[in-house]
Nanobody
Framework: HLQLVESGGGLVQPGGSLTLSCEISNTGITLDYYVIGWFRQASGKEREGVSAINSSGDVKYYIDSVKGRYTISRRRRDNRKNVGYLQKDSLKHEDTGLYCC??????????????????????WGQGTQVTVSS
C-alpha cells in the first residue's frame, strides 16, 4: 500500500511563496509511473483540484485561479526517490487550505480528473496546511 507524505506547508504573508513536496514514505516503491495531483480544501468548502503532472513531467494542468502563480514539477532525488513539488508564488488569502497530494495510474492529466473523477486517484496523503495571512 503506497503512503504519500506532504511537507512544506506553513503560515505565509500575502505575496509570499511556499514550495510543497509530495513523496512516498514506503521503501522500495517509486512514484515514477504515477500521475501526481495536488488538491486543496479550505475550511467549510469542498475539495478542489489545483494542479497535476504526468509521469514524464511534460504534461501539466492548473486551475485558472493559480495559473501563472503555481508551478508543478517532479524530479528524482539523490536517493532515487521521485518527488512531486508544487511551488506557490504570489500567494493570496484564498490560497489558504489543506493541500493534499494524490497519485494514480488510472488517471490522466485532465480537468475531469481534478473535478468529478478525482476519486480515481488511488492514493492520497494526509495533507499539509497552508495559511496565507498578514
Amino acid at each position: 500500500h503506497l503512503q504519500l507524505v506532504e511537507s512544506g506547508g506553513g503560515l505565509v504573508q500575502p505575496g509570499g511563496s511556499l514550495t510543497l513536496s509530495c513523496e512516498i514514505s514506503n521503501t522500495g516503491i517509486t512514484l515514477d509511473y504515477y500521475v501526481i495531483g495536488w488538491f486543496r480544501q479550505a475550511s467549510g468548502k469542498e475539495r478542489e483540484g489545483v494542479s497535476a503532472i504526468n509521469s514524464s513531467g511534460d504534461v501539466k494542468y492548473y486551475i485558472d485561479s493559480v495559473k501563472g502563480r503555481y508551478t508543478i514539477s517532479r524530479r528524482r532525488r539523490d536517493n532515487r526517490k521521485n518527488v512531486g513539488y508544487l511551488q506557490k508564488d504570489s500567494l493570496k488569502h484564498e490560497d489558504t487550505g489543506l493541500y493534499c497530494c494524490a497519485a494514480g495510474t488510472r488517471v490522466v492529466v485532465a480537468e475531469n480528473y481534478m473535478k468529478e473523477n478525482h476519486n480515481e486517484y488511488e492514493y492520497w496523503g494526509q495533507g499539509t496546511q497552508v495559511t496565507v495571512s498578514s
